[in-house]
């Protein structure tokens, strides 16, 4: 039977449509809320049973980081921790507080360059929902405007998952097993093995519950012209050892893609919404900058019974220097374990783009962030 987005358009279900927006309630034309620096900001708070279908935000700041210094949260059934937790433009598909187009089937950043933020996951919940913006900048967001779309149902079948999500960053270095040196395709050297995911760039590693890994928004800035691709994903499932489950051949190949690709590519399911080297059809040196790449595991679901550790290698055997940040979807069963910290708004700010600017203040960015150090393994200063 076909399990496509179309496949139950016709079934009648016995729900009532709602929506909770953003609209003037005194019935003139300022649709709108403004939050203040610091402020948290509920957008909607639903009660008993239902299904959160689509959401839409628009927003309006001078702070030219908003996509990063505003903070989505969500919460399922009363539990007190958030199961989504993000920066609002990383979560729809703008990394680094950047605004771009940006198409998939279940998120989506939409014309003029950005500036409406759109996700048709559906999130279920049996005991209520809030969903939260917290503004983490110095700088009022003037207006925020906003649509939460979602249907009211009697219950919701134990067998639905809740919807989670997690932003993650870090800006790797050669791993010492490599000899801290950034090395891929041999060129200073043979290969270094790696049997273990033990220090790879973590997707996501949800515990406490059954339930399956939906996909990956990921964002790449590369310091040097390396090809930044040869990281294997692996995905080792209720606890396993390596290799897993799941082990693949390539940071290109996780993606559907192939053969050290860099150019603007946008599938309902996987692609690469950025690529620096196609950027108004300009060359550059290598893979120098900044990349995003997603894949949503829509019709192959990773699925788990307990625990999942969804990973990749930066550089094969994680050999490379990378500032990564991703986010990682997927359902679950509650209650699920309280995320690790979210990075405050400073250390979210993202590091400079090489081409945009030179590579020594790119090396000068890095080694404040790092107390000191070599950018490159084989570097001289």
């Given at each position: ?5 179309l496949?139950?358009?016709?079934r009648?279900v016995?729900?009532r ?7 003037d ?9 403004s ?6 900001k509920?957008l909607a708070?639903?009660q ?8 839409w935000i ?5 702070d030219?980081l908003f996509?990063r210094?505003?903070v989505?949260r ?16 990383d ?11 940006f198409i998939?089937?279940?998120l989506a ?25 917290e503004?983490e ?5 003037g207006s925020?405007y906003?649509y ?11 067998d639905?998952?809740r919807?989670?999500?997690w ?5 790797t ?30 997707f ?21 012209p390396v090809?930044?691709?040869e990281g ?8 396993e050892p ?10 290109e ?9 860099d150019e ?6 996987f ?5 620096p080297g ?8 290598g893979?120098l ?11 192959d679901p ?27 979807y997927?359902?679950q ?17 993202p ?31």
């Amino acid at each position: 039977m076909s399990q496509g987005p179309l496949a139950n358009i016709a079934r009648l279900v016995d729900a009532r449509s709602k929506r909770v927006s953003s609209y003037d309630r005194s019935g003139g034309n300022a649709d709108y809320v403004s939050i203040a620096p610091r402020e948290t900001k509920v957008l909607a708070e639903m009660q008993g049973a239902g299904i959160v279908k689509h959401i839409w935000i628009t927003i309006s700041s001078k702070d030219p980081l908003f996509r990063r210094n505003l903070v989505l949260r969500m919460y399922w059934d009363g539990q007190e921790h958030p199961s989504v937790e993000s920066p609002v433009g990383d979560f729809f598909g703008n990394g680094w507080g950047m605004k771009y187009n940006f198409i998939s089937l279940p998120l989506a950043v939409t014309p003029a360059q950005g500036n409406s933020l759109v996700s048709y996951f559906p999130m279920p919940y049996g005991k209520g929902a809030r969903i939260t913006i917290e503004n983490e900048s110095d700088i009022e967001v003037g207006s925020l405007y906003y649509y939460v779309d979602y249907e009211e149902h009697a219950s919701i079948p134990a067998d639905m998952g809740r919807f989670h999500a997690w932003y993650h960053q870090e800006l790797t270095t050669p791993d010492s097993d490599t000899g801290d040196v950034e090395n891929e395709w041999e060129i200073f050297g043979q290969f270094a093995k790696n049997p273990t995911d033990i220090h790879n760039y973590l997707f996501c590693e949800p515990s406490g519950g059954a339930g399956h890994f939906v996909g990956v928004n990921y964002y790449i800035n590369c310091p040097t012209p390396v090809w930044y691709g040869e990281g294997d994903d692996m995905f080792l499932v209720d606890g396993e050892p390596w290799p897993g489950s799941a082990h693949g051949t390539g940071t290109e190949d996780y993606f559907n893609q192939s053969w050290c690709p860099d150019e603007h590519f946008l599938h309902p399911y996987f692609g690469a919404a950025r690529s620096p080297g196609r950027l108004n059809d300009s060359p550059r040196f290598g893979w120098l900058g900044r990349t995003h790449l997603y894949r949503f595991h829509l019709e192959d679901p990773i699925r788990f019974k307990r625990c999942l550790r969804a990973s990749i290698e930066h550089g094969h055997a994680n050999c490379l220097t990378l500032e990564l940040a991703s986010v990682a979807y997927w359902y679950q069963a509650l209650p699920s374990a309280p995320f690790p910290m979210l990075p405050s708004a400073n250390e979210r700010a993202p590091m400079p783009e090489v081409g945009a600017v030179d590579v020594h203040r790119w090396r000068d960015c890095w080694r404040k962030a790092r107390g000191g150090g070599k950018l490159w393994g084989n570097e001289k200063d």
